[in-house]
């Protein structure tokens, strides 16, 4: 259960940076998480397996989304409210 949190919170972190332009190179990108460029590249699948769009600018040395979304991930209940897990905590 830990590591899925773990990846989920790489995910969103992960997210963060691409919507901010931010990533770097996949080199810089696994240094900043501390993970394998084969990890940095898993997570990226990850969110493409998700629907993102996601490509590499080389002028910028980064990520970005080619479509505005946002990363997100939670529970709907049946009485069709939604609840959220962000770090661990419900909101």
């Known amino acids: 259960m830990m590591k899925l949190i773990q990846q989920l919170q790489q995910l969103e972190r992960l997210d ?9 190179s996949p ?17 990226l699948e990850a969110l493409r397996q998700m629907g993102a769009e996601i490509e590499y600018c080389h ?3 980064s990520y970005y989304y080619t479509i505005q979304i946002k990363f997100g991930y939670g529970f709907v209940s049946d009485s069709s409210k939604s609840l959220k897990i962000k ?5």
Do not use: M, P
């Open 16 to 24: 963060a940076l691409i919507r901010r332009k931010s990533t770097g």
């Open 27 to 43: 080199k810089e990108l696994a240094r900043k998480f501390s993970v394998s460029e084969r990890t940095v590249y898993n997570l």
């Open 59 to 61: 002028t910028r040395c």
């Open 87 to 91: 770090r661990g905590d419900l909101f």
